[in-house]
């Protein structure tokens, strides 16, 4: 929580009390990024709080609650600060929060590198500005949550947007093949991301069966796992 806690002392510093948005945040923290096709880029990540699935193999539990509220500029500040050469708002679910497009808007406005939005797929992804790349959740059977995807975010995909589907074993890999030919999806998107749940699948495997049905997307590793990171 080492990027929280520099957040506060900014905010205490504020004290323009003027209109500017704010977002609940769980966490701040500079890490590799792992699951897209940006992964193996530093990034700063900014975790908003509030999550409204409860998927089973969720590893980010501790954004369910309240973090701490907190204005967009001192984000893009910290931002700006850091090294990384990306940025991704994360969650929870980020766009449950209102101020979720001022944030992603500014962290793009402040100019030249790529911001990224993790979404599950539940929220309509039209409120993610322009030129801001998705990255959306196809949820799975062994989710069990799959039934809260929005179905007309296919339909919204932009072409630098990407799928991820988590696989937590054979039946989600045949059931996200199916929803991959049935929606044509690498024709939809930038990239079509099948990720094995760490630990539990592995990706040799997924990787071969990717090969034996030719299937057009990419075999995922959680890559900031795999380097013992954040
Ligand atoms: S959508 Fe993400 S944060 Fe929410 S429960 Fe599922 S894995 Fe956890």
């Given at each position: 929580m080492r990027g929280q806690r520099s957040i506060r002392r900014r905010r205490n510093a504020r004290r323009d009390g003027g209109l500017i948005a704010t977002v609940n945040v769980c966490e701040t923290f500079v890490s590799i990024q792992g699951e897209s096709t940006y992964a193996g880029l530093s990034c700063y990540f900014i975790r908003l709080a509030g999550c409204n699935l409860r998927c089973r193999y969720c590893d980010t539990?501790?954004?369910?609650?309240?973090?701490?509220?907190?204005?967009?500029?001192?984000?893009?500040?910290?931002?700006?600060?850091?090294?990384?050469?990306?940025?991704?708002?994360?969650?929870?679910?980020?766009?449950?929060?209102?101020?979720?497009?001022?944030?992603?808007?500014?962290?793009?406005?402040?100019?030249g590198k790529p911001v990224l939005v993790e979404t599950n797929g539940s929220m309509d992804i039209s409120a993610i500005p322009a030129g801001v790349i998705a990255i959306m959740d196809v949820k799975c059977p062994g989710s069990g949550v799959s039934e809260a995807m929005d179905p007309a975010n296919i339909g919204r995909l932009r072409p630098q947007d990407e799928v991820k589907f988590v696989l937590s074993d054979r039946q989600d890999y045949e059931w996200a093949g199916d929803f991959v030919r049935r929606h044509n999806l690498p024709t939809r998107c930038h990239a079509v991301l099948f990720?094995?749940?760490?630990?539990?699948?592995?990706?040799?495997?997924?990787?071969?069966?990717?090969?034996?049905?030719g299937l057009p997307v990419r075999v995922q590793v959680q890559l900031h796992k795999a380097l013992g990171m954040k």
């Open positions: 539990t501790y954004a369910y609650v309240p973090g701490l509220d907190v204005p967009v500029p001192d984000l893009v500040a910290e931002f700006r600060a850091s090294k990384a050469a990306i940025v991704e708002i994360t969650g929870g679910e980020p766009l449950l929060q209102p101020g979720f497009r001022e944030l992603a808007a500014a962290l793009r406005d402040q100019g990720s094995p749940v760490f630990g539990k699948l592995p990706a040799k495997e997924v990787g071969q069966w990717i090969l034996d049905d």
